[in-house]
């Protein structure tokens, strides 16, 4: 088993709390043999992604990942201008 934990951190606990809530859909569609968890803790941004199958698609879930995290992140900037 592939297993990976990944904590972000935010200037404020609204920011992490929009950024966590943005991500967490995906926690609902992953595919059998794969476990994606976000959570918020005050100002971080944890995530647990946990998978059977290959190191392709575990690194294919990160990077998708972290390309919705960024996407919150940029959508976010352009709210607080």
Do not use: H, W
Request: glycine share 4%; proline share 2%.
């Amino acid at each position: 088993m592939l297993e990976a934990q990944i904590t972000l951190e935010y200037g404020d606990e609204q920011t992490a709390d929009a950024v966590a809530k943005a991500v967490s859909p995906d926690n609902f569609k992953a595919p059998s043999g794969l476990s994606i968890a976000t959570a918020r803790q005050g100002k971080l941004v944890l995530t647990e992604v946990k998978t059977e199958g290959s190191f392709a698609t575990f690194l294919a879930t990160i990077d998708d990942l972290l390309f919705c995290v960024s996407t919150a992140e940029k959508a976010l900037r352009i709210i607080k201008q």
